[in-house]
């Protein structure tokens, strides 16, 4: 099977408090034979998950994790150029202007929204 959206094998790492969004996202990239980690919940356990394993090709970070935002977050794959983008039900306001370049994508999100997001070795 060849993946149409070029995660085939990749690593993919999730983040989301909503398990069936979480859930839902990461069956359809298994579909698409991505290697995917997640979901994580919390951002202190997504924090230790970035800092501790080898960096995945795209990250896919729900804005808000138990009522705590997750742009602080964002410096960590910026400094591993990683791929990653918001997923929000929010507008764009709620991301803070220091992450204004980060792709956002509404939730639930769709591998479509994802087709253009493009990681360091072209993958996704």
């Known amino acids: 099977m060849t993946s149409s959206l070029g995660v085939?094998?990749?690593r993919v790492f999730l983040t989301e408090d909503e398990l069936l969004l979480a859930e839902d996202l990461r069956g359809e990239l298994e579909r698409q034979e991505a290697?995917?980690?997640?979901?994580?919940?919390?951002?202190?356990?997504?924090?230790?998950?970035?800092?501790?394993e080898p960096?995945?090709?795209l990250a896919v970070f729900d804005i808000s994790l138990q009522d705590e935002m997750v742009c602080p977050m964002a410096d960590v794959p910026r400094a591993q150029d990683v791929t990653f983008i918001?997923?929000?039900g929010s507008d764009a306001q709620a991301i803070p202007p220091t992450n204004?370049?980060?792709?956002?994508?509404?939730?639930p999100v769709e591998l479509k929204h994802?087709?253009?997001?493009?990681?360091?070795?072209?993958a996704v």
């Open 35 to 52: 290697d995917v980690t997640g979901p994580l919940g919390t951002v202190a356990d997504a924090l230790e998950f970035l800092r501790m």
């Open 55 to 57: 960096a995945p090709c």
């Open 8 to 10: 085939r094998d990749h």
């Open 100 to 107: 204004a370049d980060v792709p956002r994508a509404g939730t």
């Open 86 to 88: 918001f997923a929000t």
């Open 114 to 122: 994802l087709v253009g997001t493009s990681g360091p070795d072209g």
